[in-house]
């Protein structure tokens, strides 16, 4: 059974975590649709895995409420859900069958449904041939895969993951991306954490940007980039011996990325009165103006409320 209707497949009601005089999350309150793909953006530190676990039970919330399909975490609610922790371990002594049979078994699942599951998830993977295989004759890759395998392969309806892309290269970046979408297009819903603020961009329906624990944008990110109010110049650059993009008019912040960079703009700016200032230092073979990234906003957001 999944969520109905306008009922939340997950909700955060005025949340707060402490670990002592430490507080990791403050009065957060989210809601995710069903069927949508949900992320919790924030630097390291900022309170995103602390969420994730009060999602889980894994942490209990000192106030507030967390509902996963309109009540809390229980062992009855766990086979609904795929968690994928951003501290992950496999059984490295068991056979790469077996260990997907077991923790689809454990989920509920009967070896039917697991059969024809096991065979669709190691063929993505690149693994059929290796079922039988020990966990531990695999590469750093293929496990990080091969994780990923484990907590899909009894067809949650709601999947969450922590930093799910954190040390992939960016091949098995984008498989790992293809295989979320593809799971968001059988109605799962996702939720996940990360700190690149490009792979929010890509998937996220709706997200919170947290820093230090709290909730500061929040939304789809039609509403975040409204919030921010701004418009961003994107370049790319050639500029002249001891030439920088420092003091340009009508430019509030700087991202460089070298012979590429991202001008976050003043409301007032000058889009042209601009262009004219950057090829007085050099040459520019892209001038393009559009609303900023999210690298850009939360950099912006943050910077104000350090």
Same mark, same amino acid.
Not at 110 to 137: F, K, P, T
Not at 256 to 272: F, I, K, M, R, V
């Given at each position: 059974?999944?969520?109905?209707?306008?009922?939340p &497949?997950?909700?955060?009601?005025?949340?707060?975590?402490?670990?002592?005089n430490?507080?990791?999350?403050?009065?957060? /309150?989210l809601?995710?649709?069903?069927g949508?793909i949900?992320?919790?953006?924030?630097?390291n530190? &900022?309170?995103?895995?602390?969420s994730?676990?009060?999602?889980?039970? $894994? #942490?209990?919330?000192?106030?507030?409420?967390?509902e996963?399909?309109?009540? =809390?975490v229980?062992?009855?609610?766990k086979?609904?859900?795929?968690?994928?922790?951003?501290?992950?371990?496999?059984y490295?002594?068991? %056979?790469?069958?077996?260990?997907?049979? #077991?923790?689809? %078994?454990?989920k509920?699942r009967?070896?039917?449904?697991?059969d024809?599951s096991?065979?669709r998830?190691?063929?993505w993977? +690149?693994? /059929?041939?290796?079922?039988?295989?020990?966990?531990?004759?695999l590469?750093?890759?293929?496990?990080?895969?091969?994780? #990923? *395998?484990t907590?899909? *392969?009894h067809?949650?309806?709601l999947l *969450?993951?922590?930093?799910?892309?954190?040390g992939?290269? =960016?091949?098995? %970046?984008? $498989?790992m991306?293809?295989?979320?979408?593809?799971?968001?297009?059988e109605?799962?819903?996702?939720?996940?954490?990360t700190?690149?603020m490009?792979q929010a961009?890509?998937l996220c329906?709706?997200l919170?940007?947290l820093?230090?624990?709290t909730v500061?944008?929040g939304?789809?990110l039609?509403q975040?980039?409204?919030?921010?109010g701004?418009? &961003?110049?994107?370049?790319?650059?050639?500029?002249? =011996? +001891?030439?920088?993009?420092?003091g340009?008019?009508?430019?509030?912040a700087v991202?460089?990325?070298?012979?590429?960079?991202?001008l976050?703009?003043?409301?007032?700016?000058?889009?042209?009165?601009?262009? %004219?200032?950057l090829?007085?230092?050099g040459?520019v073979t892209? #001038?393009e103006?559009?609303?900023?990234?999210l690298?850009? $906003?939360f950099?912006?957001v943050? +910077?104000?409320s &350090?």
């Amino acid at each position: 059974m999944t969520a109905s209707g306008d009922s939340p &497949a997950v909700r955060f009601q005025d949340v707060t975590k402490r670990f002592g005089n430490f507080t990791a999350v403050d009065g957060l /309150s989210l809601a995710v649709k069903p069927g949508t793909i949900f992320g919790i953006l924030g630097s390291n530190g &900022a309170g995103k895995t602390t969420s994730i676990r009060m999602l889980m039970n $894994i #942490f209990t919330p000192d106030t507030g409420r967390v509902e996963v399909f309109g009540s =809390p975490v229980t062992e009855a609610t766990k086979p609904r859900i795929g968690y994928l922790p951003e501290e992950r371990g496999l059984y490295k002594k068991m %056979r790469l069958g077996d260990m997907l049979r #077991f923790f689809g %078994r454990i989920k509920g699942r009967n070896d039917a449904y697991l059969d024809r599951s096991i065979e669709r998830w190691l063929g993505w993977a +690149g693994l /059929s041939d290796r079922i039988h295989d020990r966990v531990e004759s695999l590469s750093k890759g293929m496990s990080q895969k091969l994780q #990923f *395998v484990t907590t899909v *392969v009894h067809g949650p309806e709601l999947l *969450v993951l922590d930093e799910p892309f954190a040390g992939l290269d =960016p091949v098995n %970046r984008d $498989i790992m991306r293809d295989a979320v979408l593809a799971m968001h297009r059988e109605g799962t819903t996702i939720v996940f954490s990360t700190h690149v603020m490009e792979q929010a961009e890509q998937l996220c329906h709706e997200l919170v940007l947290l820093h230090r624990g709290t909730v500061r944008l929040g939304g789809t990110l039609a509403q975040v980039r409204a919030a921010e109010g701004r418009q &961003a110049a994107h370049i790319r650059h050639a500029l002249k =011996p +001891g030439a920088t993009l420092d003091g340009l008019p009508g430019v509030a912040a700087v991202t460089d990325h070298g012979n590429e960079a991202e001008l976050t703009l003043e409301p007032d700016a000058d889009g042209q009165l601009l262009l %004219r200032a950057l090829l007085e230092r050099g040459e520019v073979t892209r #001038f393009e103006l559009r609303e900023p990234s999210l690298h850009e $906003i939360f950099k912006r957001v943050a +910077g104000e409320s &350090a």
